[in-house]
């Protein structure tokens, strides 16, 4: 059974929410990692001598939560792409009023997380560079991953990874937002079919105009 266009549109964003969410993971999961399990969103760096050192590190549960919830929606992506991709291709199978209504609240609350989370970069990532500048001002964020830190060493890709993983969280956040916007127009399309039709009718009708009946 093929799917609906506007489901098949749906599964595509999913496919591409599912790539930002596994960058955000994997470059958040990397920069923990560099810093030793340290958070370094909203943490404070300070001189030590002339390398730089991560004084005041967040508690690691704000960037687990962070790569928690960026993975989890990943996975849950991944997972639904696969199931709709062999239920069309093997199975006879099409999604129920019941499962779109559970489909728009899982959109609903992913939208609220990404939110979240991507806030918590931006602002994690600001408090950081914020701290890093007032140290010396010649310094500038990206200037900072050059300098070595006390640890883990030198050529820590902090920053890039941590505005690729905003990026990332943003992007995801309106693919999310679309996929809710389509998911409510299936539901209304369903909910009233014969109030959808008609209203595609008409809008068909001002546009190439009215049909001619034949007799």
């Avoid at 790539?19 to 990397?30: D, E, I, R, S, Y």
């Amino acid at each position: 059974m093929a799917l609906p266009c506007l489901q098949r549109v749906e599964l595509v964003l999913l496919a591409a929410a599912f790539l930002c969410g596994a960058v955000v993971a994997a470059a958040l999961t990397w920069t923990q990692g560099a810093f030793r399990g340290s958070c370094p969103l909203y943490g404070v760096a300070t001189l030590n001598g002339s390398s730089l050192a991560l004084s005041r590190p967040s508690a690691p549960s704000l960037c687990y939560f962070v790569t928690g919830v960026s993975g989890f929606l990943a996975l849950y992506c991944l997972l639904l792409l696969l199931f709709w991709v062999y239920s069309s291709c093997i199975e006879d199978s099409h999604r129920g009023p019941i499962g779109l209504r559970i489909a728009l609240a899982i959109s609903a609350i992913a939208i609220f997380l990404v939110l979240l989370s991507a806030c918590i970069l931006r602002f994690g990532t600001s408090s950081l560079c914020n701290s890093i500048i007032s140290l010396d001002r010649n310094i500038s964020c990206p200037e900072a991953q050059k300098i070595s830190w006390t640890p883990p060493g030198t050529s820590l890709q902090f920053y890039s990874s941590l505005h690729n993983a905003e990026n990332s969280s943003w992007v995801n956040l309106v693919l999310w937002c679309v996929v809710l916007v389509l998911q409510v127009v299936q539901w209304k399309s369903e909910a009233n079919p014969q109030q959808f039709l008609e209203r595609g009718t008409c809008e068909t009708d001002a546009l190439v105009g009215p049909r001619l009946s034949h007799f």
